[in-house]
């Protein structure tokens, strides 16, 4: 009875080491199966998108970036301003701190929307 006992403890887990699932994909949960990667540090092309760092002014620049998958975009916050999900539809894990620098891989084509929470401005990351 023991020897059947532990047969069934290792079948029940898999006996697989995760091989089917690449290590460095860290999976969004929209509608379109996007996946953003957090890399450190940023390697390789790297798009810069940033906040104005005065309080008054409500922007990222640029507004809108376009890339392709693959590509690394690296999101430089002031104290005054982050990244969050446009909507709740939109948490596809994009998502920057206050003060915070962060290089995002975009490895699924999408647009992923994204927003400032206290101030309401937005931006966009097209990739194709």
Same mark, same amino acid.
Request: net charge negative; aromatic share 6%; proline share 7%.
């Given at each position: 009875m023991k020897a059947v006992f532990t047969v069934l403890m290792f079948a029940a887990c898999g006996g697989g080491d995760g091989d089917d699932?690449?290590?460095?994909t860290q999976s969004g949960n929209d509608a379109a199966g996007s996946a953003i990667m957090v890399v450190t540090p940023c390697t390789g092309e790297t798009?810069?998108?940033?906040?104005?760092?005065?309080?008054s002014a409500t922007t990222y620049m640029p507004a809108a970036t376009t890339i392709s998958v693959g590509q690394i975009v690296k999101f430089t916050m002031p104290n005054a301003? %982050?990244? /969050?999900? %446009?909507?709740?539809?939109?948490?596809?894990?994009? /998502?920057?701190?206050?003060?915070?620098?962060?290089?995002?891989?975009?490895?699924?084509?999408?647009?992923?929307?994204f927003k400032c929470?206290?101030?309401?401005f937005?931006?966009?990351?097209?990739? %194709?």
């Open positions: 699932v690449p290590a460095d798009v810069t998108v940033t906040a104005d760092p005065s309080d301003h %982050n990244v /969050a999900p %446009n909507t709740a539809a939109d948490d596809d894990g994009l /998502a920057v701190g206050f003060g915070q620098t962060k290089c995002l891989k975009f490895t699924a084509a999408g647009t992923f929307k929470t206290p101030h309401s937005v931006g966009t990351i097209i990739v %194709n």
